[in-house]
């Protein structure tokens, strides 16, 4: 049974704010292409009794090609891009491109015992150690008793 013109153009005009809905909110490509990044980078972590050690692979990229950050006081970000060699651009061409022109990325909210003052960070043959120190322990207070 043929559907009435006047009742097919209504439901597609019902339609519209869905399919509007699922434009405007769309998630963007840099929003996919970090999430991507977030994904694709494994990362140890470690607790040692001093300190929480992060191990990142980042094989190919130089230190300068490298991020570590803390941001809003206690979350760490470490990034990195690899890039093409864009020297050779005009004079190469590539018959076969496996390796990924990429972001990485990864965030963690650090513990409060961190001290943020004293991070570092080493790239060694591919493998980004970054070493946050903690804070030692409080001292216990002791609070006299007066006897009344």
Known sequence: MAMDP????????????????RILHAPTRSYMR?????????????????SYVFIVDMPGLKSNDIKVQVEDENVLNISGERKRNEKEEGEVKYIRMERRV???MRKFT?????????????CQDGVLTVTVPKLPPPEPKTIAVKIG
């Open 6 to 21: 006047l009742l097919s153009t209504v439901q597609q005009l019902l339609g519209v704010p869905d399919d509007l809905e």
């Open 34 to 50: 970090d999430t991507e990044a977030t994904a694709s980078t494994p990362v140890d972590v470690k607790e040692y009794p001093n």
């Open 102 to 104: 990429a972001k990485f």
């Open 110 to 122: 650090l513990p409060a015992d961190c001290n943020l003052e004293a991070i570092s960070a080493a």
